[in-house]
């Protein structure tokens, strides 16, 4: 089989691989845990495109199931988590080349979601989170964090992992 890739066979695949992120963000909307995972699992699509088309593609694909995202998801939270972090499997590389990357990580990771959260219950009006973080109170908002920094960190290991296929 031929393993030359040409830029119209990247397209074509980012654009089939588009379309699965889409789907995925738009079954989201059924499951309310949905709203995490459907952003995560659209990120591992978006390292098979970067791996296999490279960073241009990579990041016109990012940009297109952002947009598509925010525009057809049914759950809008979802899609603007994967707004806000879905380019980390693009940056990761750089960002494990520097000094400390566990905490430039970290760091770029709870910047994107606090702005992420103000964003959404401040400028964009949306009553039931602000309902939901009030009930919830500092102290378990504060563990929801953790516990996401925890997920962060996992999604990070997985995105390193090397997959290779075995040559017969």
């Known amino acids: 089989m031929n393993e030359r890739r040409t830029p119209a066979g990247a397209m074509a695949l980012g654009g089939v691989l588009a379309a699965l992120a889409i789907v995925v963000m738009c079954l989201g909307g059924m499951i309310p845990v949905a709203t995490y995972v459907c952003p995560v699992i659209c990120m591992l699509i978006l390292r098979v495109v970067l791996r296999m088309c490279g960073a241009r593609v990579a990041w016109a694909w990012y940009g297109a199931v952002s947009l598509l995202g925010l525009l057809l998801g049914p759950d809008k939270e979802a899609a603007a988590v994967f707004l806000f972090l879905g380019y980390y499997p693009i940056l990761k590389p750089r960002m494990d080349g520097t000094k400390l990357p566990w905490l430039w990580k970290g ?45 962060f960190f996992m999604l990070d290991r997985l995105l390193g992992m090397q997959f290779r296929r075995k040559k017969k």
């Open 107 to 151: 760091l770029l990771f709870n910047a994107a979601i606090l702005a992420l959260y103000w964003i959404l219950m401040h400028l964009m009006g949306m009553e039931a989170l602000v309902e939901e973080f009030s009930e919830m109170g500092t102290v378990m908002c504060l563990v929801l964090l953790a516990l996401g920094n925890v997920v």
